[in-house]
């Protein structure tokens, strides 16, 4: 039998690393083979969860920009009697602007253009012209009207909704969670971020890897952001004229090398070297797969859309979210940009909702069908809300929205949220809260309650202090949103 | 895993048994401090906000006072009757702080303590240096005889030295980041005299590569980036500072020289070019250009960072943890950590950089070279000459002028409102088809838009503002050395704090104001030209407000000299009095967009709401003092003049003799031509020389305030420059600012700056510093596993002179650092992290030195220093997709590749290379299997591979055991064993036939990277020798120095 007939019946990796023809020392094999490795996050945080978890993994839908909550899930029909009419003094109270509004000299009202309807049970008031498929699934979702921060950029509003605090480089959410629970997956990473592509891409805000670094915690609780063109994971791929068959001779090779020098040094880095190559082998089968959809049936097609098939769109991205969420990894990060409508709210908006509406229900739909709903938690929402103003010019039929952290809407679903709850309430301008704030320090200690972590118990030594994502001003887990 | 519990477990038995153990004299810093700090200090500590019950346990006698201790009382001491408390409101710590309760070895330990007297002592790093010891005694025996005797101590035993291929390699990685050549192992290895290793270390520290590999680590601390960061990221030019480092450390710069010119370069007496181009380590911050931003948010950001980059750099101390409220584990004030930020901020900065054009934020350096600084001086001069010439014309005309005046008689009360030089008047008296009237120039008018409407004017009507239109005019691109002139009637309805008249610029922050502007701020007018707001332009202020609700005649005047004395604000027809604002302006104000005079409004600034603006007229030249007159009065200028010489003022007779020499005398008029021409010439190449931004002190301090809760915001209590009092005292005669701040610093009382320092060069050396929190040298942080080894070398390194070179050669000559690096299984198993020092130094390569092996190995690498970023083949895979340098800048050496904060390098960022986005004194080193991907995959890595495949079939002419042993020699240093070249052997031998049967795979393999393919290998020859070479270069002692 030649060597080339041998590489077919090696092909699977199950024969290559059960096979027993591998060349690696049986010792490293069997921790290869076993549950756990280090190499991903794999092990454990400090304590691993504090209490057995609701929700096992999230898949986490940012909307770039800041959404304006007003347009979409706050109903404010006593506004179209504010039209063109300048915000009271006693609403904006003070309030810090940015310096794109600051100058101008009216702050005259922009009712929403969009038609409004209760959906579900829950009668929850929202955009059902541009979210009807969303409004579907009114009843399954958390609806929270009454988010609030601190930051009126989008930079350090990005980042202290994901990591806490609004100078970027803390860890982010997912980092926390990869750090707090592993991987579920030892092939893939814990934590996976996918940007996805608008259809319309007037004004993205710049999305980079700063957003999801680990900061202090490990940096293999970073986020490993799958590419939507070109290798998925960075060099992935083989190079040209190297099949997996020849590399896999390669690598059992160089492995063969390490093992004696591991005998001859005893230096237990060159065992975990071992297992970075073998692992790195099995993520070159499994990515692959992972990435390729066209296995999926038409039902899905169907169901998510044909813009499903096209790789990079949001309902593209979403679907892939799925199937990492399968295929155990713990935490999924979507980004969809230009959300930022400072003008042509009329123009844009429709895009947007169009992009994410049919995939947002196809994705809560596919899980609860795959009964995987209830322990994945699906969350969406912008860094901050809009002004009821409106930025530059005022028509009834079009107007602009600068940034506004006082209040806005974000919504979860499945993995212990409580479906078709409306939490949080505005004054009539949309503008200040009136009813059960949530902070995003409160947020924050939701899905970490979620995930079967104590906030102020769930830290990280650093810089001589336990860190934590709530940072050292109070949170509080809101019971009311929690089944 | 297994290992590490085992160690734990070993770990916490040694920490039961020791402070228990009967008459042992309980150490404050080393068993009690840590308890204090860990449980008891975050309520009871320094921070007096947070102070609860107004206790505190961080300082003997208040603890004494509360009646917490009573000394050699331990039952009788709150404290220890607080910690053995079951009742759930007096236990400590409470419950509610979640912090667990002590372990009863945690109270024996507090208990024996008080027992023996409950002596506090100053935290260690707090403690001054002793000065070395009176011995002969080397510092390099002295250390090795510290780390002897710990060893001792732990029943260990310091391991043989390593072998010479070992040692070689580990040398030349340790000091150069580069692996040694062939020849290099084979010079060494068989040089047996004694002296054959230190001859060694001589030459790695005399390369040039020695100080690429030094610059590594402090870019890393310097957050040394190529692009602003945040969410723009705009690139940015800050590499002549990164080359300034190589040089620095290339010339064996003493450390204290080096933190010197780089905290406080501007302000050594006759600083040069070059430690003025030092001090760019304190910009090298992110910076924000995000529209909407509020610019004092990010300015104190800045500051900040610079405060953290310093505490981090050289005190080794977590300062910032103090920004919002007192510290609380160290004894670091609020108050304290804004007496720091009051010396980082006192520069003329902004805290947003220009969106629309690419001036480097101020203040900035103008970097020549010799020639280009001789140009600028000559032209300068030439200039100033003619400047000259100018005065001593000026007093040869004043005679014509009389004579002149003597002869307008009946001429001069003529009407003639025309001025000369005027190039656009618009009266605002009425819109046709929504265009205004110019009467200058008929054909260019201008647009009334939006809310800006016509309304009842001074003279007919005026144009009143919304404050969000613009009224755009066709003219008024003026450079800096045209002289120019605008006059217009305006009248506010309010006090405006802030609002613009009219101006020439593309927009306020997000252009840094480049252009010219009118704006009443603070209820004043004030005249500007501006490059970069706030420290590159030339600005007056009027002393008084503008009245409200009046009709005020304004004209401008700018004379084309870029000097604050060159404007001219007059009100009413008279000179206004003024102060001068900024009178720095060295650069173009044109360009950047908006490049027509705009009124009422600019982009993202406060317009003139509901402002008035009438009869505005522009000028191509300065209007002397007799036209503005001339203009608020609505005469001639011609009326003015008077012809009895011998009944007016000095004043007036001045006045008219400018206006005759501006407007009638040719001799005045070529003369400011000529003038024109000079300066034009001169700015021209001045507006051409790079700037890069640095620290230039203001003359008078910025105010400082304490900012509660660290908000901008929030300014509480005023104070100023200072230095923690719990460190060393401020020398006496030093100023108060950063070059007091850095005299401080290399003080030898200093008793942290040494430490720091030394420790951070043994962690490049050994892989964790003697202090493994390299960043935090509080009482939060790790302890000295060798404080003598510290101490020691401390004092040595400020006695050599802070010779760095020395230091290193201290350390690398020292037994400690030549032993073997791999002990047996015990020793490796129970100090995996290498704290005792049983073994030599061993970890993973960094970034830089794999891709840099890689290249080295394959004879690819470009050993040239510095100049510009370059873009290896990685950056075409970034985040921010940048095609791969021209040339041979994917070769050149990893420190050059371009440094974009939101789309670093993905491979380097792969092996841990930190984002830069912060000061980093620690990388991490883990293993992913990313890094096998790109190792194997990477176009950098595959090419080198292949260009190395080449080398060695060609060396060994296709023989594959000499192949093998060529390969090993340029990747791991030494020589194959035979089952080493038999493993090889097989999988080239495989891989060859493979390829023969695959020749359209093997072209396809070769054909990656740029480095062109050597035909006189057959294919499957040379793509076979290619997977050799990639087992080689993956090979794991190709990436870890052992």
């Given at each position: 039998m030649s060597l080339f007939e041998n590489f077919s019946e090696l092909q699977t990796r199950r024969q290559f690393f059960a096979g027993g023809r591998s060349i690696v020392g049986s010792a490293a094999l069997a921790s290869l083979l076993g549950p756990a490795s280090s190499l991903f996050g794999s092990e454990a945080g400090p304590s691993g969860p504090h209490f057995a978890p609701q929700a096992k993994r999230v898949i986490y839908l940012h909307m770039v920009g800041g959404p304006a909550q007003m347009d979409l899930f706050d109903y404010k029909p006593g506004m179209q009697d504010w039209y063109d009419k300048d915000l009271p003094e006693s609403i904006r109270n003070g309030q810090r602007l940015t310096t794109m509004t600051s100058g101008q000299a009216r702050f005259p009202v922009a009712p929403s253009k969009f038609k409004f309807s209760q959906a579900g049970e829950c009668g929850m008031w929202m955009n059902t012209e541009l979210l009807p498929n969303l409004a579907q699934k009114a009843d399954k979702i958390c609806w929270m009207r009454s988010l609030n921060t601190e930051a009126i950029n989008h930079e350090p509003a990005i980042a202290a909704l994901q990591t806490g605090n609004q100078v970027t480089g803390r860890p982010c959410l997912g980092s926390w969670a990869s750090y707090g629970l592993g991987a579920d997956n030892e092939n893939l990473p814990a934590f996976v971020v996918l940007v996805a592509v608008p259809s319309n891409r007037d004004q993205e805000q710049a999305i980079s890897g700063r957003l999801w670094s680990a900061g202090y915690l490990p940096g293999k609780h970073a986020g490993v952001s799958f590419r939507s063109k070109g290798d998925p994971i960075l060099y992935i791929n083989n190079p040209p004229g190297v099949p997996q068959a020849l590399r896999q001779r390669s690598i059992e090779g160089l492995n063969q090398l390490n093992n004696i020098n591991f005998q001859q040094f005893g230096d237990p880095e060159t065992q975990t070297r071992i297992q970075q190559y073998e692992m790195a082998f099995r993520m070159q089968a499994s990515v692959p797969e992972l990435t390729d959809i066209t296995q999926e049936s038409k039902h899905t097609f169907e169901l998510y859309g044909e813009e499903a098939a096209k790789p990079g769109t949001f309902a593209n991205t979403v679907l892939m979210t799925r199937r990492l969420a399968e295929r155990g990894v713990r935490f999924i990060q979507v980004y969809h940009n230009n959300w930022d409508h400072h003008s042509n709210v009329a123009g844009r908006m429709p895009s947007q909702c169009k992009d994410i509406d049919r995939p947002c229900y196809a994705l809560l739909e596919d899980l609860e069908q795959r009964g995987m709903l209830d322990d994945t938690l699906v969350i969406w929402g912008g860094e901050f809300g809009r002004t009821i103003y409106t930025q530059g010019k005022l028509s009834r039929e079009n107007y602009g929205r600068d940034h506004h952290p006082r209040c806005f809407t974000m919504w979860m679903a499945g993995g212990g949220a409580k479906g078709g709850t409306i939490y949080g309430e505005t004054d009539d301008f949309s503008?200040?809260?009136?009813?059960d704030p949530v902070h995003i320090r409160d947020f924050h200690a939701t899905i970490l309650h979620l995930l079967g972590f104590d906030h102020e118990r769930f830290t990280y030594k650093y810089q001589g202090l336990e860190q934590k994502l709530t940072g050292v001003l109070p949170a509080h887990v809101i019971n009311e949103l929690i089944v | 895993m297994k290992t590490c519990v085992l160690n734990v477990v070993l770990m916490l038995t040694a920490m039961l048994v020791h402070p228990v153990k009967g008459a042992d004299r309980v150490s404050f810093n080393h068993d009690v401090r840590p308890i204090l700090s860990d449980k008891c200090f975050f309520c009871h500590g320094p921070d007096s906000e947070r102070r609860e019950a107004d206790l505190r346990l961080d300082d003997r006698a208040a603890a004494i006072e509360a009646g917490a201790i009573n000394v050699n009382k331990p039952d009788a001491s709150e404290l220890i009757r607080r910690v053995l408390s079951t009742d759930e409101d007096e236990q400590m710590p409470p419950p509610s702080a979640k912090l667990g309760h002590l372990s009863p070895q945690e109270i024996e330990t507090l208990k024996a303590w008080i027992e023996q007297g409950a002596v506090y002592e100053n935290h260690w790093a707090f403690v001054p240096l002793k000065p070395?010891?009176?011995?002969?005694?080397?510092v390099t025996s002295l250390i090795d005889e510290a780390v002897e005797r710990g060893l001792e101590k732990r029943g260990l035993t310091r391991q043989p030295e390593a072998d010479r291929h070992t040692l070689i390699r580990r040398l030349s990685f340790d000091l150069t980041g580069l692996p040694p050549t062939p020849e290099d192992i084979e010079t060494f290895v068989s040089d047996k005299s004694p002296e054959a290793y230190e001859h060694l270390v001589d030459r790695l520290l005399t390369s040039t590569a020695y100080g690429e590999k030094m610059a590594v680590d402090w870019l890393d601390i310097a957050r040394y980036a190529d692009s602003y960061g945040f969410q723009v990221d705009r690139e940015r030019e800050m590499w002549p500072w990164r080359d300034w480092v190589i040089r620095a450390f290339n010339e064996n710069k003493p450390f204290d020289q080096f933190l010197t010119e780089q905290l406080a370069g501007d302000l050594l007496p006759d600083a040069t070019q070059d430690q003025i181009l030092a001090t760019a380590f304190n910009r090298l911050h992110q910076q924000e250009s995000e529209g909407g931003s509020v610019e004092e948010e990010y300015r104190v950001e800045y500051v900040c960072d610079r405060v953290q980059t310093f505490a981090t750099a050289f005190l080794g101390l977590t300062f910032e943890c103090s920004r919002c409220h007192d510290h609380k584990y160290d004894p670091i004030t609020q108050k304290e950590y804004y007496q720091l930020f009051a010396m980082f901020q006192n520069i003329d900065e902004a805290g947003l950089y220009s969106f629309f054009t690419n001036s480097p934020p101020t203040p900035a350096l103008e970097l020549t070279d010799a020639a280009t600084r001789e140009r600028l001086d000559a032209l300068q001069q030439k200039v100033e000459a003619i400047e000259k010439s100018g005065k001593e014309l000026k007093a040869a005309r004043a005679a014509v002028f009389d004579e002149w005046v003597k002869t307008q008689s009946e001429s001069l009360s003529e009407e003639k409102t025309t001025l000369p030089g005027e190039l656009a008047r618009f009266p605002l008296d009425e819109v046709t088809g929504g265009k205004l009237a110019n009467t200058v120039q008929a054909d260019q008018l201008a647009t009334l838009a939006g809310g800006n409407q016509i309304v009842p004017g001074r003279t007919g009507n005026a144009v009143q503002f919304s404050g969000d239109d613009a009224l755009n005019l066709p003219l008024g691109n003026f450079g800096r050395h045209e002289p120019f002139s605008v006059s217009l009637w305006l009248q506010t309805p309010d006090v405006k704090d802030r609002a613009v008249v009219f101006h020439r610029s593309r927009a306020w922050t997000d252009a840094a104001s480049r252009g010219y502007e009118l704006l009443i701020e603070e209820g004043r007018l004030k005249w500007s030209l501006i490059h970069f707001w706030p420290g590159n332009a030339i600005s007056i202020r009027a002393v008084d407000p503008v009245p409200v609700g009046e009709w005020l005649q304004v004209t401008v005047t700018y004379d084309g000299s870029s000097r604050a004395d060159g404007l001219t604000l007059y009100v009413n027809g008279q000179p206004a009095r003024v102060d001068v604002i900024k009178d720095n302006l060295t650069k173009e104000i044109t360009g950047g967009g908006g490049d027509n005079i705009t009124l009422g409004e600019r982009f993202r600034d406060r317009g003139f709401k509901e402002g008035l603006i009438d009869d505005f007229r522009v000028f191509g030249r300065e209007l002397t003092a007799l036209e503005a007159t001339a203009i608020h009065d609505e005469v001639s200028a011609e009326s003015l003049l008077s012809v009895d010489e011998n009944s007016e003022a000095t004043e007036d007779r001045n006045q008219q003799f400018e206006w005759y020499l501006s407007t009638i005398d040719e001799e005045w008029a070529k003369h400011l031509k000529t003038l024109q021409e000079s300066r034009a010439e001169w700015y021209q190449a001045a507006d051409g020389v790079k700037g890069i931004m640095v620290m230039r002190e203001l003359p008078e301090p910025k105010p400082a305030y304490v900012l509660f809760r660290g908000e901008y915001t929030q300014r509480r209590e005023e104070v100023f420059a200072g230095t923690p009092a719990a460190l060393s005292p401020f020398p006496e005669d030093a100023p108060r600012n950063r070059l007091g701040l850095a005299q401080w610093l290399i003080d030898p009382q200093h008793p942290l700056t040494a430490r720091v320092t030394v420790n951070r060069i043994w962690q490049s050396l050994f892989g964790r510093g003697i202090v493994q929190t390299a960043e935090d040298f509080g009482s939060q942080g790790a302890r000295p596993s060798y404080p003598e080894v510290l101490d020691t070398l401390s004092a040595g390194f400020i006695s050599s002179g802070w010779d760095v070179k020395q230091l290193l050669k201290t350390i690398v000559m020292s037994q400690t650092y030549r032993q073997r690096s791999i002990a047996d299984k015990k020793v490796m198993e129970d100090d995996p992290g290498n704290e005792w020092l049983a073994r030599g130094p061993r970890f993973r390569l960094s970034a830089e030195m794999i891709r840099d092996n890689a290249l080295a190995s394959a004879g690819l690498l470009v050993q040239r220093t510095g100049g510009p970023p370059v873009n290896p083949y990685e950056l075409s895979e970034s985040f921010k997709p940048a095609a791969a340098s021209g040339g041979d800048g994917v070769y050149r050496?990893?420190?050059y590749t371009r440094w974009r904060r939101t789309g670093p390098p993905p491979a380097m960022i792969a092996f841990d290379a930190p984002r830069r986005a912060v000061c980093t004194a620690k990388r991490e080193r883990t293993d992913s299997p990313l890094q096998a991907l790109v190792l194997l995959n990477g176009e950098q890595y595959v090419e080198a591979a292949r260009v190395l495949g080449e080398h060695v079939y060609l060396e060994a002419d296709g023989d594959v055991p000499g192949m093998i042993e060529a390969g090993f020699l340029r990747c791991l240093s030494r020589r194959p064993d035979a089952s080493e070249v038999e493993i090889l052997s097989a999988l080239y031998r495989e891989q060859l036939e493979y390829f023969r049967q695959h020749s359209e795979g093997a072209e396809q393999l070769l054909k990656i990277g740029r480095a062109p393919r050597d035909a006189a290998i057959p294919v499957a020859e040379a793509a076979a020798a290619t997977v050799l070479a990639q087992a080689l270069l993956n090979h794991d002692a190709s990436v870890v120095k052992r």
């Amino acid at each position: 039998m030649s060597l080339f007939e041998n590489f077919s019946e090696l092909q699977t990796r199950r024969q290559f690393f059960a096979g027993g023809r591998s060349i690696v020392g049986s010792a490293a094999l069997a921790s290869l083979l076993g549950p756990a490795s280090s190499l991903f996050g794999s092990e454990a945080g400090p304590s691993g969860p504090h209490f057995a978890p609701q929700a096992k993994r999230v898949i986490y839908l940012h909307m770039v920009g800041g959404p304006a909550q007003m347009d979409l899930f706050d109903y404010k029909p006593g506004m179209q009697d504010w039209y063109d009419k300048d915000l009271p003094e006693s609403i904006r109270n003070g309030q810090r602007l940015t310096t794109m509004t600051s100058g101008q000299a009216r702050f005259p009202v922009a009712p929403s253009k969009f038609k409004f309807s209760q959906a579900g049970e829950c009668g929850m008031w929202m955009n059902t012209e541009l979210l009807p498929n969303l409004a579907q699934k009114a009843d399954k979702i958390c609806w929270m009207r009454s988010l609030n921060t601190e930051a009126i950029n989008h930079e350090p509003a990005i980042a202290a909704l994901q990591t806490g605090n609004q100078v970027t480089g803390r860890p982010c959410l997912g980092s926390w969670a990869s750090y707090g629970l592993g991987a579920d997956n030892e092939n893939l990473p814990a934590f996976v971020v996918l940007v996805a592509v608008p259809s319309n891409r007037d004004q993205e805000q710049a999305i980079s890897g700063r957003l999801w670094s680990a900061g202090y915690l490990p940096g293999k609780h970073a986020g490993v952001s799958f590419r939507s063109k070109g290798d998925p994971i960075l060099y992935i791929n083989n190079p040209p004229g190297v099949p997996q068959a020849l590399r896999q001779r390669s690598i059992e090779g160089l492995n063969q090398l390490n093992n004696i020098n591991f005998q001859q040094f005893g230096d237990p880095e060159t065992q975990t070297r071992i297992q970075q190559y073998e692992m790195a082998f099995r993520m070159q089968a499994s990515v692959p797969e992972l990435t390729d959809i066209t296995q999926e049936s038409k039902h899905t097609f169907e169901l998510y859309g044909e813009e499903a098939a096209k790789p990079g769109t949001f309902a593209n991205t979403v679907l892939m979210t799925r199937r990492l969420a399968e295929r155990g990894v713990r935490f999924i990060q979507v980004y969809h940009n230009n959300w930022d409508h400072h003008s042509n709210v009329a123009g844009r908006m429709p895009s947007q909702c169009k992009d994410i509406d049919r995939p947002c229900y196809a994705l809560l739909e596919d899980l609860e069908q795959r009964g995987m709903l209830d322990d994945t938690l699906v969350i969406w929402g912008g860094e901050f809300g809009r002004t009821i103003y409106t930025q530059g010019k005022l028509s009834r039929e079009n107007y602009g929205r600068d940034h506004h952290p006082r209040c806005f809407t974000m919504w979860m679903a499945g993995g212990g949220a409580k479906g078709g709850t409306i939490y949080g309430e505005t004054d009539d301008f949309s503008y200040n809260i009136v009813k059960d704030p949530v902070h995003i320090r409160d947020f924050h200690a939701t899905i970490l309650h979620l995930l079967g972590f104590d906030h102020e118990r769930f830290t990280y030594k650093y810089q001589g202090l336990e860190q934590k994502l709530t940072g050292v001003l109070p949170a509080h887990v809101i019971n009311e949103l929690i089944v | 895993m297994k290992t590490c519990v085992l160690n734990v477990v070993l770990m916490l038995t040694a920490m039961l048994v020791h402070p228990v153990k009967g008459a042992d004299r309980v150490s404050f810093n080393h068993d009690v401090r840590p308890i204090l700090s860990d449980k008891c200090f975050f309520c009871h500590g320094p921070d007096s906000e947070r102070r609860e019950a107004d206790l505190r346990l961080d300082d003997r006698a208040a603890a004494i006072e509360a009646g917490a201790i009573n000394v050699n009382k331990p039952d009788a001491s709150e404290l220890i009757r607080r910690v053995l408390s079951t009742d759930e409101d007096e236990q400590m710590p409470p419950p509610s702080a979640k912090l667990g309760h002590l372990s009863p070895q945690e109270i024996e330990t507090l208990k024996a303590w008080i027992e023996q007297g409950a002596v506090y002592e100053n935290h260690w790093a707090f403690v001054p240096l002793k000065p070395l010891p009176e011995t002969d005694q080397s510092v390099t025996s002295l250390i090795d005889e510290a780390v002897e005797r710990g060893l001792e101590k732990r029943g260990l035993t310091r391991q043989p030295e390593a072998d010479r291929h070992t040692l070689i390699r580990r040398l030349s990685f340790d000091l150069t980041g580069l692996p040694p050549t062939p020849e290099d192992i084979e010079t060494f290895v068989s040089d047996k005299s004694p002296e054959a290793y230190e001859h060694l270390v001589d030459r790695l520290l005399t390369s040039t590569a020695y100080g690429e590999k030094m610059a590594v680590d402090w870019l890393d601390i310097a957050r040394y980036a190529d692009s602003y960061g945040f969410q723009v990221d705009r690139e940015r030019e800050m590499w002549p500072w990164r080359d300034w480092v190589i040089r620095a450390f290339n010339e064996n710069k003493p450390f204290d020289q080096f933190l010197t010119e780089q905290l406080a370069g501007d302000l050594l007496p006759d600083a040069t070019q070059d430690q003025i181009l030092a001090t760019a380590f304190n910009r090298l911050h992110q910076q924000e250009s995000e529209g909407g931003s509020v610019e004092e948010e990010y300015r104190v950001e800045y500051v900040c960072d610079r405060v953290q980059t310093f505490a981090t750099a050289f005190l080794g101390l977590t300062f910032e943890c103090s920004r919002c409220h007192d510290h609380k584990y160290d004894p670091i004030t609020q108050k304290e950590y804004y007496q720091l930020f009051a010396m980082f901020q006192n520069i003329d900065e902004a805290g947003l950089y220009s969106f629309f054009t690419n001036s480097p934020p101020t203040p900035a350096l103008e970097l020549t070279d010799a020639a280009t600084r001789e140009r600028l001086d000559a032209l300068q001069q030439k200039v100033e000459a003619i400047e000259k010439s100018g005065k001593e014309l000026k007093a040869a005309r004043a005679a014509v002028f009389d004579e002149w005046v003597k002869t307008q008689s009946e001429s001069l009360s003529e009407e003639k409102t025309t001025l000369p030089g005027e190039l656009a008047r618009f009266p605002l008296d009425e819109v046709t088809g929504g265009k205004l009237a110019n009467t200058v120039q008929a054909d260019q008018l201008a647009t009334l838009a939006g809310g800006n409407q016509i309304v009842p004017g001074r003279t007919g009507n005026a144009v009143q503002f919304s404050g969000d239109d613009a009224l755009n005019l066709p003219l008024g691109n003026f450079g800096r050395h045209e002289p120019f002139s605008v006059s217009l009637w305006l009248q506010t309805p309010d006090v405006k704090d802030r609002a613009v008249v009219f101006h020439r610029s593309r927009a306020w922050t997000d252009a840094a104001s480049r252009g010219y502007e009118l704006l009443i701020e603070e209820g004043r007018l004030k005249w500007s030209l501006i490059h970069f707001w706030p420290g590159n332009a030339i600005s007056i202020r009027a002393v008084d407000p503008v009245p409200v609700g009046e009709w005020l005649q304004v004209t401008v005047t700018y004379d084309g000299s870029s000097r604050a004395d060159g404007l001219t604000l007059y009100v009413n027809g008279q000179p206004a009095r003024v102060d001068v604002i900024k009178d720095n302006l060295t650069k173009e104000i044109t360009g950047g967009g908006g490049d027509n005079i705009t009124l009422g409004e600019r982009f993202r600034d406060r317009g003139f709401k509901e402002g008035l603006i009438d009869d505005f007229r522009v000028f191509g030249r300065e209007l002397t003092a007799l036209e503005a007159t001339a203009i608020h009065d609505e005469v001639s200028a011609e009326s003015l003049l008077s012809v009895d010489e011998n009944s007016e003022a000095t004043e007036d007779r001045n006045q008219q003799f400018e206006w005759y020499l501006s407007t009638i005398d040719e001799e005045w008029a070529k003369h400011l031509k000529t003038l024109q021409e000079s300066r034009a010439e001169w700015y021209q190449a001045a507006d051409g020389v790079k700037g890069i931004m640095v620290m230039r002190e203001l003359p008078e301090p910025k105010p400082a305030y304490v900012l509660f809760r660290g908000e901008y915001t929030q300014r509480r209590e005023e104070v100023f420059a200072g230095t923690p009092a719990a460190l060393s005292p401020f020398p006496e005669d030093a100023p108060r600012n950063r070059l007091g701040l850095a005299q401080w610093l290399i003080d030898p009382q200093h008793p942290l700056t040494a430490r720091v320092t030394v420790n951070r060069i043994w962690q490049s050396l050994f892989g964790r510093g003697i202090v493994q929190t390299a960043e935090d040298f509080g009482s939060q942080g790790a302890r000295p596993s060798y404080p003598e080894v510290l101490d020691t070398l401390s004092a040595g390194f400020i006695s050599s002179g802070w010779d760095v070179k020395q230091l290193l050669k201290t350390i690398v000559m020292s037994q400690t650092y030549r032993q073997r690096s791999i002990a047996d299984k015990k020793v490796m198993e129970d100090d995996p992290g290498n704290e005792w020092l049983a073994r030599g130094p061993r970890f993973r390569l960094s970034a830089e030195m794999i891709r840099d092996n890689a290249l080295a190995s394959a004879g690819l690498l470009v050993q040239r220093t510095g100049g510009p970023p370059v873009n290896p083949y990685e950056l075409s895979e970034s985040f921010k997709p940048a095609a791969a340098s021209g040339g041979d800048g994917v070769y050149r050496r990893s420190l050059y590749t371009r440094w974009r904060r939101t789309g670093p390098p993905p491979a380097m960022i792969a092996f841990d290379a930190p984002r830069r986005a912060v000061c980093t004194a620690k990388r991490e080193r883990t293993d992913s299997p990313l890094q096998a991907l790109v190792l194997l995959n990477g176009e950098q890595y595959v090419e080198a591979a292949r260009v190395l495949g080449e080398h060695v079939y060609l060396e060994a002419d296709g023989d594959v055991p000499g192949m093998i042993e060529a390969g090993f020699l340029r990747c791991l240093s030494r020589r194959p064993d035979a089952s080493e070249v038999e493993i090889l052997s097989a999988l080239y031998r495989e891989q060859l036939e493979y390829f023969r049967q695959h020749s359209e795979g093997a072209e396809q393999l070769l054909k990656i990277g740029r480095a062109p393919r050597d035909a006189a290998i057959p294919v499957a020859e040379a793509a076979a020798a290619t997977v050799l070479a990639q087992a080689l270069l993956n090979h794991d002692a190709s990436v870890v120095k052992r």
